[in-house]
Nanobody, 116 residues
Framework: QVHLVETGGGLVQPGGSLRLSCVAH????????MGWYSQAPGKERELGAT???????KYTDSVKGRFIISRDNDKDTVYLQMNSLKPEDTAVYYC??????????WGHGTQVTVSS
């Protein structure tokens, strides 16, 4: 099973920025899709952004123009640059990957809190 390690969460003021990182360890197969989900208190987990191995990206409407997802295939690492953060972005952010045989793995999550 792929082991995902997320870093970069924390407390930030509205309008600030954070950068999340996620490294995939022990993957037997190449990593295809990588992405980030978020789960706010009392809400369901929802997809925020994804990137294919070739770098094709998709974003949910609420983060378009503010978040940027990127990856380093050599390091099996995905990043989420979060800009212009809003209080409603407060959530636990989960790294998600799909390998070449379709197996999905999840990180344990990192807390992002946007508050003054």
């Amino acid at each position: 099973q792929v082991h995902l390690v997320e870093t970069g969460g924390g407390l930030v003021q509205p309008g600030g920025s954070l950068r999340l990182s996620c490294v995939a360890h022990r993957s037997r197969f190449s990593i295809n899709t990588m992405g980030w989900y978020s789960q706010a208190p009392g809400k369901e987990r929802e997809l925020g952004a994804t990137t294919s191995r070739r770098g094709r990206t998709k974003y949910t409407d609420s983060v378009k123009g503010r978040f940027i997802i990127s990856r380093d295939n050599d390091k099996d690492t995905v990043y989420l640059q979060m800009n212009s953060l809003k209080p409603e972005d407060t959530a636990v952010y989960y790294c998600w990957v799909v390998d070449a045989i379709g197996f999905e793995s999840w990180g344990h999550g990192t807390q992002v809190t946007v508050s003054s």
